[in-house]
């Protein structure tokens, strides 16, 4: 199993850059697609980015595209967020998840996750 750890959130100014970092211990960082999700208030968690156990491949919510970018570095066990431009509309608490399966879009088909870190965007 996997215990999860995020960090990097805090108020932003729209425009700027925030980079979050996911901590991973337990079993081998890369048995284990990565992935973020994100949870506005009043709004359901909704998935962010993720990226496959090798690393190869990604995938993006349309409206993160050409903005974030996911990356792992499996040296340090360390999952990251690099979030450009960012706007008010990203304001959210964002999670970084864990699944064994592979990942997926839905949130409901991840095993392990994180605390959660906020990440606010003002205007």
């Known amino acids: 199993q996997v215990q999860l750890v995020e960090s990097g959130g805090g108020l932003v100014q729209a425009g700027d850059s925030l980079r979050l970092s996911c901590a991973a211990s337990g079993r081998t960082f890369s048995s284990y697609a990565m992935g973020w999700f994100r949870q506005a208030p009043g709004k359901e968690r909704e998935f962010v980015a993720a990226i496959s156990r090798s690393g190869r491949s990604s995938a993006y919510l349309d409206s993160v595209k050409g903005r974030f970018t996911i990356s792992t570095d499996n040296a340090k066990n360390t999952l990251y967020l690099q979030m450009n431009s960012l706007k008010p509309e990203d304001t959210a608490v964002y999670f970084c998840?864990?699944?064994?399966?592979?990942?997926?879009?839905?949130?409901?088909?991840?095993?392990?996750w994180g605390q959660g870190t906020q990440v606010t965007v003002s205007s």
């Open positions: 998840a864990a699944d064994s399966s592979g990942g997926s879009y839905s949130t409901d088909a991840w095993d392990y």
